[in-house]
C-alpha cells in the first residue's frame, strides 16, 4: 500500500499501537477520504458509507477499505463514482468497493450473509447523510426479522470457519482474524447482538471488550512489523509484536492472546448454542432429563434443578463434568458460576467416587477437552490441579508441536483415550497422557521436574505407591521410545539393555509405547506415521521378550545368508523390493554417499541404512520412501544409483544447481534448529555413535556421509528421521583401524566437517 505523508507519519510513530494506531489511522482515511469526496457535494441523492470493519472504525493498516456509493437512481452516479475510485485506486489502498441504491443493496442483504452483516456497521463519509440513515434503519431491520434464515447461515459459517482455521488459543502460530476465539467470532457475536434476541447477555458483552482490545492490537501490529496483509500470527515475528506491544517477550504476549481467545471462544459456544436451542423448541418440545444430585438436561443444556444444593459436595464439578461430556451437552454458564462460588474444596486424598469419575471422563476422549475447559474457564480445573496453572495458555516455542502446553496435555489424553484398550490399565495411560509435559511450566528438565509434580498428583488422587512409581516412570520416560527407536539401532544388544534397564515391568514398558503414540500423534502430523509406528513396535516388542525372558531376540541376522552369498558372487547388484532398496557394489571410499545423492536426485528418503564390507564388496541395505518415483520410475531410479557408483553422474554439481534454485522458492523461518553434531561412545561397544541435528536441506544426507568418508570413517548402519523442518541423522562409525573413535582431536575434526557440510549447499 502507498502511504500519504500523513499516512506514513502515523505508521512510523512508536507511541501509536494497537488499537490507538486503529483509531488515528481510520481518522487519517476518513479526512483523506472526505477530501476526495469534498467536489461531490453538489450532487443530490449520492452518499459514500463506509461499511464493514471500516464502518466500525477498527481500520487495520492490512485492511481493504470497504466502501459503499449509495444513490437514488441519480443520473450522475457513474461520474461520481469515477471521481471517488480512482484517487484511491492511485493510492494503492485496497479497495472493497460498490455502487448500488438503497432498493439494491437491501435486496442483495435479504439472502447475503457478508453484505447483510457490512450493513449492520455503515457510517457516512461524504454525501446525503438522510440516504445513509434510511439505509442503516432499514438494513438492521431486515437483519431483524430475517433473524432465523441468518443466524442459521452465521452459525453455519462459524462451524467452518472453525473447521478450517483452528483455534486461536492453542494453536502456536494463529490466525487471528478467522480461527476460532478470534476477530471474526467477535464481529459474529456483535451480528448475532443486532438481532435483539438476547442471545448474548449483557456481562457478555462487557466481558468482550478486553479480549477486543488484545486481538486487534496484536492483528494491527502484525501487519505493521510484517508490512503485510496475513493474519497468522507466525513465530518469527511474535518477539517484534510483542516489544511493540509491550509485553516482556513473545511468550507474554501469546498468554494474552490465548487468554483472550479462550473468553470470545467461550462465549461464542455460548451464543451459538442458544441459537441451537432457540431452533429446537420451534421443533420440539423440549423434555427434562434428570441425572441424580441435581442435576439436569433440557434442551441440550446442563443445568441445576431449583432446589439442587452443591454446597457440600467437592465432587459437583466433575459430576457436571462427565454428565456434559458423556450427554453431549453444553454447560450453562449459571452452572459454572455456581460451581466456582459454592462447592467445597476436594479433601486433600481424593474419595473413590472422585478418582473414578475422572478417570472416566478422561476415557471418554475428545468430548472430555470440552468440558474441562468449560471448567478451566472458571479455575475449577485448576482448583483440582494446582500444578497445571503454569502451563495455562503456555505457548511451546517448538515447531515440531501445534499447540500450547496445555492443549497438548489434553489431546495426548484423548489420544490415550482411543487405544486404551491396548494396555492393562487404561487409567494410567490417560492419566499419563494428561500429565506427561505438567514439568514444562516450571524451570529444570521438564521430565524430571514432570516427575514430582506427577506423584503430588496421583498422591493427592489417592492411588496405591506401585501405581505412582508407574506415573513417575511415565513421565520421566515418555521420550525415551521415540528418541532411542528413530536415532538408535534396534539391532543392537546394547540399545535393547539400555531401554530395559530404565523399565521396571513389561506393563509399564507397554504402557510407554501406547503413550509415545498418543504423544506423538498430538504433537503434530509429522511425528507419527507408519515407519515410526514400526520402530516403536519393535523397540517394544524386543524389550519386553527381554523383561520376560532375559532373552534380547536379536534374530534378525544382517547381513542374510542370501546377502553373503550375492556378496561372494562378486557382482554388482541394484535391487528395490516395496521401500527396501539393496545395493552391492565393489569396495571404495563414499558408496554410501553416492547412493545417499543419487536418491536426493529423485527426492527419495533414506529412513535407515545398514552397511556390510566383505571381500572387497560392499553391501548396502536402505529402508527408503518419500517420493513417486519409487512406484513410477524404478528403473530410473536404479539407473541413477548405478551411474553415481561408476562415476558417471555428476551428483555434487546436479544437487547443488537443485539447491539454489530451491533456496529462491523455500520460506525460511527463523525457527530452523541450531545444528549440533554429539558423539556417544556408550551406547555400542564397537561403534561410536555420531548424531546429528540440523536443518534440513536438499542432498543434506548426501554431505554429511561424504563429509565422513573424506575423514575415512566406516559408516556401519544410519538411521534418518525428519521433524518438521529439521532432521536427525544417527550414524553408527569406526575409525580407519576398525576402533571407536576416541581422540578429541580427531572427534573435533569431524564435528567441524560434518557442521560445514550441513551449512554448505553441497
Do not use: C
Not at 499501537?17 to 487519517?28: D, I, P, Q, S
Not at 482515511?29 to 450532487?43: F, H, K, M, P, R
Not at 442458544?274 to 423440549?286: D, F, G, L, N, V
Not at 434442551?299 to 456434559?324: K, Q
Request: proline share 4%; net charge negative; no cysteine.
Amino acid at each position: 500500500m502507498k502511504a500519504n505523508p500523513a499516512t506514513a507519519a502515523l505508521f512510523a510513530d512508536k507511541n501509536l499501537v494497537g488499537t490507538e494506531l486503529a483509531r488515528a489511522y481510520t481518522a487519517e482515511i476518513d479526512t483523506w477520504l472526505e477530501s476526495v469526496v469534498a467536489g461531490i457535494q453538489e450532487v443530490q441523492g449520492v452518499a459514500l458509507v463506509a461499511v464493514g470493519g471500516y464502518g466500525r472504525g477498527t481500520l487495520s493498516v492490512g485492511s481493504d477499505l470497504d466502501l459503499l456509493l449509495i444513490h437514488n437512481n441519480s443520473g450522475h452516479v457513474a461520474e461520481v463514482a469515477e471521481r471517488i475510485w480512482y484517487p484511491i485506486w492511485d493510492s494503492g489502498v485496497r479497495l472493497g468497493h460498490a455502487v448500488r441504491t438503497i432498493d439494491e443493496a437491501l435486496e442483495l442483504a435479504a439472502d447475503d450473509l457478508d453484505t447483510a452483516t457490512s450493513l449492520l456497521d455503515t457510517r457516512l463519509i461524504g454525501g446525503e447523510a438522510r440516504l445513509v440513515d434510511e439505509l442503516q434503519k432499514k438494513a438492521r431491520e431486515l437483519w431483524r426479522n430475517n433473524a432465523d434464515k441468518m443466524l442459521t447461515r452465521l452459525v453455519e459459517s462459524v462451524r467452518e470457519r472453525h473447521e478450517t482455521s483452528g483455534e486461536v488459543a492453542f494453536l502456536l502460530e494463529p490466525d487471528l482474524k478467522l480461527a476460532r476465539g478470534g476477530l471474526r467470532d467477535i464481529d459474529s457475536l456483535h451480528w448475532i447482538d443486532h438481532t435483539e434476541l438476547g442471545l448474548l447477555k449483557a456481562n457478555e458483552r462487557s466481558e468482550l471488550l478486553d479480549p477486543h482490545r488484545i486481538l486487534l492490537s496484536s492483528r494491527i501490529e502484525l501487519h505493521r512489523q510484517s508490512g503485510a496483509t496475513g493474519n497468522r500470527l507466525l513465530l518469527e515475528i511474535q518477539d517484534e509484536v510483542a516489544t511493540a506491544l509491550g509485553y516482556p517477550d513473545a511468550d507474554e504476549l501469546m498468554a494474552a492472546v490465548a487468554s483472550a481467545a479462550r473468553t470470545v471462544a467461550w462465549i461464542t459456544d455460548a451464543a451459538l448454542h442458544r441459537i441451537h436451542a432457540r431452533s429446537a423448541r420451534h421443533r420440539w418440545r423440549p423434555k427434562i432429563r434428570q441425572f441424580g444430585h441435581g442435576i439436569e438436561i433440557i434442551d441440550e443444556t446442563l443445568r441445576f434443578s431449583g432446589d439442587a444444593d452443591i454446597s457440600h459436595d467437592p465432587i459437583m464439578p466433575l459430576r457436571v463434568a462427565y454428565t456434559a461430556a458423556a450427554e453431549d451437552a453444553f454447560i450453562e454458564r449459571s452452572v459454572l458460576d455456581r460451581l466456582a462460588a459454592e462447592t467445597p474444596p476436594m479433601p486433600d486424598v481424593w474419595p473413590d467416587e472422585a478418582r473414578t469419575i475422572f478417570v472416566d471422563l478422561l476415557l471418554l476422549g475428545y468430548e472430555a477437552i470440552r468440558v474441562l475447559e468449560a471448567l478451566d474457564q472458571v479455575d475449577l480445573f485448576s482448583r483440582f490441579f494446582p500444578e497445571w496453572t503454569p502451563n495455562r495458555s503456555r505457548p511451546q516455542r517448538n515447531v515440531y508441536h501445534r499447540f500450547t502446553v496445555d492443549r497438548h496435555l489434553l489431546e495426548t489424553a484423548a489420544e490415550a483415550a482411543a487405544i486404551a484398550d491396548r494396555v492393562e490399565r487404561p487409567d494410567l495411560l490417560v492419566l499419563g497422557g494428561l500429565f506427561h509435559d505438567i514439568g514444562k511450566g516450571y524451570p529444570g528438565d521438564h521430565s524430571e521436574v514432570g516427575v514430582g509434580l506427577t506423584r503430588r498428583i496421583a498422591t493427592r488422587m489417592g492411588y496405591p505407591p506401585a501405581d505412582i512409581e508407574t506415573l513417575g516412570t511415565m513421565v520421566r520416560h515418555h521420550l525415551l521410545l521415540p528418541d532411542v527407536a528413530s536415532r538408535r539401532d534396534l539391532d543392537a544388544t546394547e540399545t535393547i539393555k539400555f531401554v530395559a534397564e530404565q523399565i521396571d515391568s513389561v506393563g509399564t514398558l507397554e504402557l510407554l509405547g501406547a503413550l509415545t503414540e498418543a504423544d506423538s500423534i498430538a504433537t503434530s502430523k509429522a511425528a507419527w506415521g507408519v515407519w515410526k509406528a514400526e520402530l516403536v513396535k519393535r523397540l517394544v516388542n524386543r524389550t519386553a521378550h527381554l523383561l520376560h525372558t532375559g532373552d534380547t531376540m536379536l534374530t534378525d541376522q544382517f547381513p542374510t545368508d542370501q546377502q553373503l552369498k550375492l556378496l561372494a558372487s562378486g557382482d554388482d547388484l541394484v535391487t528395490l523390493d516395496d521401500h527396501e532398496l539393496t545395493v552391492i557394489t565393489p569396495d571404495r571410499r563414499g558408496v554410501f554417499s553416492r547412493v545417499a545423492g543419487a536418491l536426493a536426485l529423485h527426492d527419495i528418503e533414506i529412513l535407515k541404512a545398514r552397511l556390510h564390507t566383505e571381500d572387497a564388496m560392499t553391501l548396502v541395505v536402505l529402508r527408503v520412501g518419500g517420493a513417486i518415483g519409487l512406484e513410477e520410475r524404478p528403473e530410473e531410479v536404479k539407473k541413477g544409483i548405478r551411474l553415481a557408483l561408476a562415476g558417471g553422474l555428476a551428483v555434487r554439481a546436479r544437487l547443488l544447481k537443485r539447491a539454489r534454485a530451491y533456496r529462491f522458492q523455500r520460506v525460511t523461518t527463523a525457527n530452523l534448529s541450531k545444528p549440533v553434531v554429539r558423539f556417544f561412545n556408550d551406547l555400542s561397544p564397537d561403534f561410536t555413535v555420531v548424531e546429528v541435528q540440523g536443518p534440513d536441506s536438499i542432498g543434506l544426507l548426501y554431505r554429511i556421509t561424504r563429509a565422513l568418508d573424506d575423514l575415512d570413517l566406516d559408516i556401519a548402519s544410519a538411521k534418518v528421521q525428519t521433524l518438521g523442518d529439521d532432521v536427525v541423522d544417527t550414524f553408527y562409525v569406526r575409525s580407519p583401524d576398525g576402533t571407536k573413535v576416541t581422540d578429541k582431536d580427531y572427534l573435533a575434526e569431524i564435528e567441524l566437517a560434518v557442521l560445514t557440510a550441513i551449512v554448505s549447499d553441497a
